[in-house]
């Protein structure tokens, strides 16, 4: 029984971050009803994460201070989050995730330019199987009358460019992992509250309002959001540093079925043939490079 339990408590602890991930739109749509705008809560939501590590591991800061790679680790995070928040809450959500998930694609030729990592024949099939897949999602409706097929609307685009700075992310972490834990987790919330809050300020007036005045709702919606990905980020931790990394990733992409089921349940996102069948390659995709 040990060993069983020694695999399945990990798994739950990342099959809760994915669902966390996964669902985190629909509170994200509920903020934004109140007048919270997605880049404004993502603001508080990791700032609350900032300071819980503050607070436990004060020599965070010293520690990213100190080591300049880190601070790409902070963009990349923070820009990951920003679109992936911003995208989901205005968008179809089945869409956004599926192309945030283009990531396999991104990472392989990161992994490429940033760890010197050659190109082998399973990971060019994973990267024809995901932009194979990626066609297949963005193809036009009027066919080849309509244009390339490229992102046409703003949450395509912030799903395209979150999917490929979270490669960025991932390439980094790996690249990083000598540094301290707690230095890179402070880079990574960080990141997240101030790349968030620089786009709420250049995009401020009608396209990003300002918060609205302090209201108990959308406060206690801010705060428990904070503390579920302040936990799910603790259960991906506890799950990935006890589970091989092929297992990790084969278990992450569950974010994909919780995001699209909960979306089609709620209608907040359509499943369309085209969409299954390009869904289905970039999952397939990911897979194989969780299997890698």
């Known amino acids: 029984m040990a060993p069983v339990a020694s695999r399945l408590l990990p798994a739950l602890a990342l099959t809760l971050n994915a669902f966390t991930w996964g669902v985190s739109w629909w509170p994200f749509r509920q903020l934004q009803a109140a007048g919270l705008h997605p880049l404004w809560a993502t603001v508080l939501i990791y700032l609350l994460a900032v300071v819980a590590i503050s607070a436990v591991r004060p020599g965070a800061w010293a520690a990213l201070a100190r080591t300049r790679s880190l601070w790409w680790l902070v963009v990349a995070s923070g820009t990951t989050n920003a679109c992936f928040n911003w995208g989901v809450t205005v968008g179809d959500v089945v869409r956004v995730v599926l192309l945030f998930y283009l990531m396999p694609l991104w990472a392989v030729l990161l992994a490429r330019g940033l760890l010197g990592e050659a190109m082998t024949r399973r990971a060019g099939l994973r990267v024809a199987m995901a932009l194979i897949g990626a066609i297949v999602v963005l193809w036009p409706a009027e066919g080849l009358q309509g244009g390339l097929p490229l992102p046409r609307t703003l949450p395509e685009w912030l799903g395209v460019l979150g999917g490929f700075t979270f490669a960025l992310n991932n390439v980094m972490l790996r690249r990083e992992a000598h540094r301290p834990e ?39 919606g801010a705060l428990a959001m904070g503390a579920a990905f302040l936990a799910g980020n603790l259960a991906l931790q506890y799950g990935a540093s006890r589970l091989p990394a092929n297992v990790t990733a084969v278990v992450m992409i569950t974010e994909v079925l919780f995001a699209s089921a909960s979306a089609v349940m709620l209608g907040a996102g359509h499943v369309t043939p085209a969409l299954a069948l390009g869904g289905a390659l970039i999952v397939g995709a990911a897979l194989l490079a969780g299997r890698d």
């Open 182 to 220: 707690e230095a890179r987790a402070l880079a990574m919330f960080l990141g997240g509250a101030v790349v968030a809050g620089a786009l709420a300020l250049s995009l401020g007036g009608q396209a990003v309002p300002a918060p609205p005045a302090p209201a108990f709702g959308w406060v206690a």
